[in-house]
């Protein structure tokens, strides 16, 4: 069985604001919830001083989108000088928290060491205040996590990642993750393969009645990035029930192949509406695009592609 996303429109949609300071430059790698009849969109923005800050921008058809005209999210503490990054949220009961990527200083120090990176959660009533509760892991090179949307056997759940492996971590509380709570779950593949490289989790996963409906990115030694699926099992999510062979979005478009960051399409939003899966990437690391798919064919596609 083949199986592609499909490009909503050639373009992307949606582009940096040149009348804006803070996002004129590059705005990227959106994370997307469904809540009450709207679209809530955090995308990762950067002006000319380079440093990332968190957009927010709402959407009552999921492409035509209403942007705050300030970030909800910006540089704090000393370990996110260099910015935050990659947000990723979830909603779990009437709380929305927030996987983001803090980006510190050089050298950064016992508690940001390999990377100069904190995987952050933050929670939020409102998708636009937000508080910060602290990192998953601290002091190695760590990003690319999300929680998924409900507790498993008790405990709250998170996709993070360790290069190049994407780990799960399990907490009674989201604020105290323990190393003997957590797993390996998947890796990069064989030599040919698009994904031989590095992996990622992409946004929160889906809940289906075979399985987590996982989206996830992955670099080959070329450093293209590409997106794929794969099924986790519902009650033990460290087990893979099927993992297709072939990529279902690669960067083909103008806009994926040049910009910030050549050759990348990078997800952090796998949002199922009724009957379509809507999967918002970052092209290039300089613009938004979107792609859907029928959510039946997803579904089919990982558990025999
Ligand atoms: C990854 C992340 C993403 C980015 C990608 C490609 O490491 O930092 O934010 O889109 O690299 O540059």
């Not at 996110?80 to 709380?95: A, L, N």
């Not at 698009?194 to 996830?216: H, K, M, Q, R």
């Not at 979005?249 to 960051?261: A, I, K, N, S, T």
Request: aromatic share 14%; hydrophobic share 35%.
């Amino acid at each position: 069985m083949t199986f592609q996303l499909t490009r909503y429109s050639s373009e992307p949609i949606i582009l940096p604001d040149p009348s804006s300071d803070w996002e004129c430059y590059n705005v990227f790698n959106p994370s997307v919830v469904y809540h009450n009849g709207l679209f809530h969109m955090h995308y990762r923005a950067q002006g000319l001083d380079w440093i990332s800050r968190i957009g927010y921008a709402v959407s009552a058809d999921g492409v035509n989108w209403n942007r705050l005209r300030r970030p909800v999210l910006t540089p704090q503490e000393p370990y996110e000088s260099r910015g935050v990054e990659d947000p990723r949220v979830t909603r779990i009961d009437d709380m929305f928290y927030m996987a983001y990527t803090a980006f510190g200083p050089y050298g950064g120090g016992q508690e940001i060491a390999g990377g100069s990176i904190l995987p952050m959660l933050a929670q939020s009533r409102n998708l636009i205040t937000w508080e910060r509760l602290g990192p998953i892991v601290r002091g190695e090179d760590n990003k690319d996590h999300v929680l998924f949307p409900r507790k498993i056997n008790g405990r709250y759940v998170a996709f993070h990642r360790r290069r190049p492996f994407v780990w799960i971590a399990y907490s009674s509380d989201l604020l105290t993750w323990h190393e003997s709570d957590m797993a390996r779950v998947f890796g990069p593949r064989q030599d040919n393969d698009w994904d031989n490289t590095s992996v990622g989790a992409n946004g929160v996963p889906i809940e289906t009645e075979y399985g987590w409906l996982v989206f996830y990115h992955a670099y080959d030694t070329q450093r293209v990035y590409r997106l794929g699926v794969l099924l986790l099992d519902k009650d033990d999510p460290t087990r893979v029930i099927h993992r297709p062979r072939a990529p279902i979005l690669w960067p083909q478009e103008m806009w994926e192949v040049r910009g910030d960051v050549p050759n990348v399409v990078f997800s952090n939003a796998n949002v199922r509406v009724g009957d379509t899966v809507y999967v918002y990437y970052g092209g290039a690391d300089h613009v938004i695009g979107l792609a859907t798919c029928a959510y039946t064919d997803v579904v089919e596609y990982a558990r025999t592609g």
